[in-house]
């Protein structure tokens, strides 16, 4: 190969090779332009990506040569059609969801990640990860993940969330590298197939009592259900779906913060008063309130699970320090990645918390992760939530099946899922 590279400011010469704020290069008679130019040692390959002109050396690794997000818009499929629309809490109601699929490229394998479209705005999640994180990690080598994160920095702003879709894809590009599956490179071993847990809105209670029956004969063994501004009314529909299915459903009750410690207190209570005990009540209260977390589990037998606590690493601790929750329902994207979740986990585990894992409307990729995250991690003991089967349609090229309230683990390199790049173009919003 030749190279010959153009630059109005300095060059420098390394260990590594040829770096510089560089204009214009030549190789074997191709002109191109870009914003930074790595040259790894020894046989060079050249790949280009993102502005960024990577060459890298054979048998050193595989250099990542471009970071791009895609967001998309997708419908959620109507409750008589079985899926979950309008899907009903106290702070909204859902019938389509934004989401951003994250690629990652080398020359010759192609991970994916997934997040919520951050703030509802595709503009400012494409602008985090392409303009922030995507010029620090083109160039770095595919296996240089934990490095990279222990490295990354950035002022006055969160970017785990965008870390976790980030991350989640390097695993899936290391993993088709590597030709093994991302739970294989977390140890492995500890199932083949996932229980889920199934999701359903805010309802009236006959509306509740008949999608729960449809939940039980799916073969389903826990519902979730969303909590409103009238506790009340909540326990109603608890009453209903419990007495629908015999007591063949645990229930999960997730008000979204939307409770004060007194409603949580008489919600909890009345059921205990009709000896219905949930698997948990989710996060009732504000977050950030340790000391109402404390009281509530003295005041009730009803365990006690935290979600959007677990977002902020500190306020888990406190949690877990203060033995202020039974539960912890951790996310693997707020959390930073799989890397991060599994250190939550561990902190929880370790506390005597039992961990499931939260869902927030999760396509294909997302979901594929956090089956690899189950069948690696014996921590996780309860069935994760999953909307899986809501969609009104896929992004995966073979869409993943719930059958009897499971999901198998996918086979395969990587987390196992091919993305429809068709589909994407159909659903792309920007």
């Known amino acids: 190969m030749l190279c010959h590279f153009s630059s109005s400011g300095s060059e420098r010469i390394g260990a590594k090779g040829v770096c510089g704020p560089f204009r214009s290069a030549v190789v074997n008679g191709r ?7 790595v040259v790894r040692s020894g046989p060079l390959r050249l790949a280009l990506g ?25 419908s959620v499929a109507p409750l008589e059609d079985g899926g979950l629309a309008p899907y009903s809490s106290n702070h909204d109601e859902v019938e389509t969801v934004g989401r951003t699929l994250v690629r990652v490229d080398t020359e010759d394998v192609t991970g994916w990640g997934e997040m919520l479209t951050a703030m509802q705005s595709a503009r400012v999640t494409t602008a985090v990860i392409e303009d922030v994180i995507a010029p620090e990690l083109i160039g770095r ?29 390097l695993w899936d590009a290391f993993g088709k590298r590597l030709g093994v599956s991302v739970s294989t490179l977390f140890g492995g ?35 979730k259900t969303k909590a409103g501004p009238d506790w009340r009314r909540d326990v109603e529909r608890i009453r209903a779906m419990h007495e629908a299915v015999s007591g063949e459903l645990e229930f999960r009750l997730d008000p979204n913060q ?6 949580a207190v008489r919600a909890g209570a009345v059921l205990e008063d009709e000896d219905i005990y949930l ?18 589990r003295e005041r009730l037998r009803q365990p006690v699970a935290v979600n959007e606590d677990t977002y902020f690493p500190r306020n888990l601790s406190h949690i877990c320090e203060r033995s202020a929750a039974d539960v912890a329902c951790v996310d693997l994207v707020p959390a930073g990645g799989l890397t991060a979740v599994r250190e939550q986990i561990a902190v929880a585990s370790k506390a005597g918390l039992s961990v499931t ?3 927030g409307f999760d396509l294909g990729v997302k979901q594929a992760a956090v089956l690899h995250l189950y069948a690696s ?6 069935p994760p939530d999953s909307v899986y089967y809501g969609w009104a349609d896929n992004i995966l090229a073979e869409p993943l099946a719930v059958e009897s309230g499971t999901i198998d683990v996918p086979e395969g390199p990587g987390l196992g899922v091919t993305v429809d790049e068709g589909k994407l173009s159909e659903y792309r919003v920007d």
């Open 31 to 37: 002109s191109t332009g870009f914003s930074r130019v």
């Open 50 to 74: 993102s502005k960024i002109l990577v060459i890298a050396a054979d048998g050193i690794g595989m250099p990542i040569t471009n970071v791009a997000a895609i967001p998309v818009e997708m």
């Open 141 to 169: 080598e595919l296996k240089e993940i934990g490095s990279f994160l222990d490295s990354f920095y950035y002022p006055y702003a969160k970017v785990r969330p965008f870390f976790g879709a980030v991350e989640t894809a």
């Open 189 to 223: 071993g500890v199932c083949d197939s996932v229980g889920v847990a199934y999701c359903l809105g805010m309802l009236s209670p006959e509306e509740s009592r008949t999608y729960a029956a449809r939940a039980n004969e799916a073969g389903f063994s826990v519902l």
């Open 258 to 263: 939307g409770w004060t410690f007194e409603e």
């Open 279 to 296: 698997q948990y009540m989710e996060q009732p209260c504000r977050i950030d309130t340790y000391g109402t977390y404390e009281r509530l």
């Open 357 to 359: 894992h939260h869902n």
């Open 377 to 382: 991690t014996p921590a996780l003991n309860l």
